[in-house]
């Protein structure tokens, strides 16, 4: 057996869903870590959405990733649970994409990576974004979670004082990174309540949590 190290593989699933600065951001944390390969798919949906939503031509999208397959390759290496991932990201996941996958309706690469992902127990987190929710919406997202999908809509942190957008997507994207492989992403993590005065100092300081 070989001592030496393989790279950690991550999959990227790029699906239709509006807030395409999400997978940008992760392809980019993830572009300059030696340690981790990432696997990119992009759905007709996806390109299109990069397409209106950004100033990125979709070749640089592509070239932040390690290995890109086409979502019509159903015979693609990580369409096979022998093929060793850390799990999947699907940034963010479009209604669409939820649907077949919570229904193993694995007629795309896509699916079907998401589908082998789950197979062999490995997280596959879905950055699912639609709001409001009806209840179609919500029995999906309860199928995939049942099936053992991480739901993780794009909800902010605000515990880091963000200052800009770009903050926000970037402290959510890490902590969906973080459920991958630990610490892979650069999330800053929660520290306890800061000192604020007499009220923070209180036995029973206002909480809404």
């Known amino acids: 057996m070989s001592d030496i190290q393989q790279p950690a593989r991550i999959v990227i699933g790029i699906s239709g869903a509006s807030g395409a600065t999400y997978r940008i951001r992760a392809l980019q944390q993830l572009a300059d870590n030696p340690q981790i390969e990432t696997h990119l798919i992009v759905s007709k949906g996806g390109t299109l959405t990069i397409q209106q939503e950004t100033d990125f031509e ?6 932040l990733a390690d290995v890109v397959h086409p979502d019509t390759n159903i015979g693609a290496s990580i369409t096979s649970g022998s093929f060793p991932t850390a799990g999947m990201l ?4 479009s209604m669409r994409t939820l649907g077949a996958i919570a229904n193993s309706m694995a007629d795309t690469l896509m699916i079907r990576a998401a589908d082998v992902v ?5 997280p596959l987190v879905l950055l699912v974004r639609e709001s409001p929710l009806h209840r179609g919406h919500l029995r999906l997202m309860s199928f995939a979670a049942e099936a053992g999908a991480i739901i993780a809509p794009p909800v902010p942190s605000f515990y880091h004082r963000p200052t800009t957008v770009e903050e926000i997507v970037d402290h959510t994207v890490a902590r969906a990174l973080d459920r991958l492989i630990p610490d892979v992403g650069d999330a800053q993590p929660w520290e306890g309540l800061r000192p604020q005065g007499p009220i923070a100092d209180s036995p029973n300081p206002p909480c809404d949590a």
């Open 118 to 122: 789950l197979k062999e127990g490995r």
């Open 90 to 93: 699907v940034a963010p996941c």
């Open 58 to 63: 979709l070749k640089d999208v592509l070239a």
